[in-house]
Nanobody, 124 residues
Framework: QVQLVESGGGSVQAGGSLRLSCAAPGTTVSPNCMAWFRQGPGKAREGVAGTDRSGFSIYAASVKGRFTISRDKAKNTLYLQMNMLKPEDTGMYYC??????????????????WGKGTLVNISS
């Protein structure tokens, strides 16, 4: 069983920044994909950014140029730097990992394990 623990959420004004972290304590096998998803009020869960073992990263169009995903393999930790935040970025942010290959690292179905989420609230 893989445990994922998110942190770094909070409330900021539009235009501000937040950095999310996702720790995977006790992980012995490195997953292929690690990714961030979010779920806004009344919306479906969507992929925000994902990265695979080769270092390839993929972003949702709505966050490209504002968010940066990074992965510290030695620490089994995933990060999401979020800049120029907008009210529409509000939601619960989830870290996920997947061991499948030949899948998109921002697809819900491609993930095997999920964290419990950290709440991000952006005010206008």
């Amino acid at each position: 069983q893989v445990q994922l623990v998110e942190s770094g959420g909070g409330s900021v004004q539009a235009g501000g920044s937040l950095r999310l972290s996702c720790a995977a304590p006790g992980t012995t096998v490195s997953p292929n994909c690690m990714a961030w998803f979010r779920q806004g009020p009344g919306k479906a869960r969507e992929g925000v950014a994902g990265t695979d073992r080769s270092g390839f990263s993929i972003y949702a169009a709505s966050v490209k140029g504002r968010f940066t995903i990074s992965r510290d393999k030695a620490k089994n930790t995933l990060y999401l730097q979020m800049n120029m935040l907008k009210p529409e970025d509000t939601g619960m942010y989830y870290c996920a990992s997947g061991f499948k290959y030949a899948v998109s690292c921002v697809s819900v179905s491609g993930m095997d394990y999920w964290g419990k989420g950290t709440l991000v609230n952006i005010s206008s």
